[in-house]
Every structure is written in C-alpha cells, then in structure tokens.
Nanobody, 117 residues
Framework: QVQLVESGGGLVQPGGSLRLSCVAS????????MTWYRQVPGKQRELVAR???????NYPDSVKGRFTISRDNAKNTVYLQMNSLKPEDTAVYYC???????????WGQGTQVTVSS
C-alpha cells in the first residue's frame, strides 16, 4: 500500500534552518503532485509548498523566499528546505501526494517543527 514517511523535524532557533524529507512507497511517485502542509492545533491545515510533476513550484507569501520544495523522482522523495525560520513556522508538517488522474490522495503521519529560543 502507499506510504509517505516524513522526517527531519525538530527544535531549531529562530533564524535557523531545517530540511524535511518525505519518502514515498507503493506508488508511481513521478505521477503525483507533491505538497507540504502544516497545522497548528486549533487551526486549519495550511499549504506551505507544492511541486508538480514537471517540478513547477508554488508557495504562499508567508514562506516565499525562505522555503524551497524539491523532488527526486529516482529516490521517491520530496524535500522542504526551510531557512530563516520564525517562531510562527512552528507546526506539524505533513506531506501529501495527489493524483488528478486517479483521484487518489495520500498523507504522511507528520513531523513536528518547533522554532524557539
């Protein structure tokens, strides 16, 4: 079955960096739109970065210029490089895979990112 496994979260000081990884299995990774979301307790899940099958990316203004999403189809992995982290970036970060062709949608279990001094 399809699995998405995130890693790379942790505690970092403001201004620091982290790189999240999401490894996919049980799917044809290159066929999927890959997205990172984040969620804070009591708030809606927020889109953080998205990368298409052709590696076109998009970001909300809140992270533009600080976060970079990339994918390695040979490794079935999507990355999120997060620089200049702020306390408001603290959240659980989730990896999502979506296929418009098959109407399938999969989520990872999430990884906690805490930005604090």
């Amino acid at each position: 079955q399809v699995q998405l496994v995130e890693s790379g979260g942790g505690l970092v000081q403001p201004g620091g960096s982290l790189r999240l990884s999401c490894v996919a299995s049980g799917m044809i990774f290159s066929n999927y739109l890959m997205t990172w979301y984040r969620q804070v307790p009591g708030k809606q899940r927020e889109l953080v970065a998205r990368i298409g099958r052709s590696s076109i990316t998009n970001y909300p203004d809140s992270v533009k210029g600080r976060f970079t999403i990339s994918r390695d189809n040979a490794k079935n992995t999507v990355y999120l490089q997060m620089n200049s982290l702020k306390p408001e970036d603290t959240a659980v970060y989730y990896c999502n895979a979506a296929s418009l062709l098959t109407s399938s949608n999969f989520w990872g279990q999430g990884t906690q990112v805490t930005v604090s001094s």
